[in-house]
DNA sequence: TCGACACGCAACTGATTGGTTGCGCAAACC
DNA sequence: GGTTTGCGCAACCAATCAGTTGCGTGTCGA
């Protein structure tokens, strides 16, 4: 379970501020919220949220639980990891290129 | 210099999957790239790896120097802790809210 | 000096996307 | 059972964006 998702897309969902703002709306909540809640918090419209739940938990970012009529969203902890993996792997990629520029510079 | 730039900016630079590739390109290069030589091993042309150099460069991701008729693109180390501090905090909050969660689970 | 090369700018196109409104359906409530 | 409420789906709109082609300009080398 939680089949780490592709870090690109992981990234290309947290490239909207929007997107962002309904992220840290769901962690803010105690407990679980719904779309209708965050809309309520927020400056766009219920299916707004929604498009953007959807995004997210396809990104792995947030899941959702069907309560009766009600969806409840809650953020998955440590999801954030492939972004930021990816981001540690390139830096590291670039930490040695450095290593090679200096040493070419001090070379030459 | 270096006016560390808005997380957001530098999360958008990252979204796009060729701009990333031209990122790591630029990377790979020992020394400093032009936007002619990053086209040579990429499936776009000049002027799209230009656009992306541009957003990259916005993002404080790259830096140019011009020298003659050429524009020398350089990658800047330390560039994405925007982005990788975004991450943590955001993590970090989570791990709040979970803690409140248990709690609040433990509690009822 | 003249041709070749590298770049930047501008215009245009097609696809994606963030956002809206509208509607239909299922669940909850009286 | 009928009304309300919450959600999902679909259509649509405007804006953004990745990518292209074309052109003008400046710089290098013969």
Redesign the pocket.
């Known amino acids: 379970m939680t089949a780490s998702v592709d870090a690109g897309t992981v990234l ?1 969902a947290l ?5 962002r703002e309904v992220l840290a709306a769901v962690a803010a909540r105690p407990g679980t919220a ?4 965050l809309a309520a918090e927020l ?6 949220v ?6 997210l938990e396809h990104a792995g970012l947030v899941t ?1 639980v ?7 969203y809650r953020v998955i902890a440590g999801s954030l990891r492939p972004a930021s993996e990816w981001i540690e792997r390139t830096e590291a990629a670039w930490g040695r290129r450095v290593d090679r520029l200096q040493q070419h510079l001090s070379d030459g």
């Open positions: 290309a490239a909207d501020p929007t997107r719904t779309a209708t809640d400056p766009v419209t219920r299916q707004a929604a498009k953007h739940l959807g995004v959702s069907r309560h009766g009529r009600e969806a409840h």
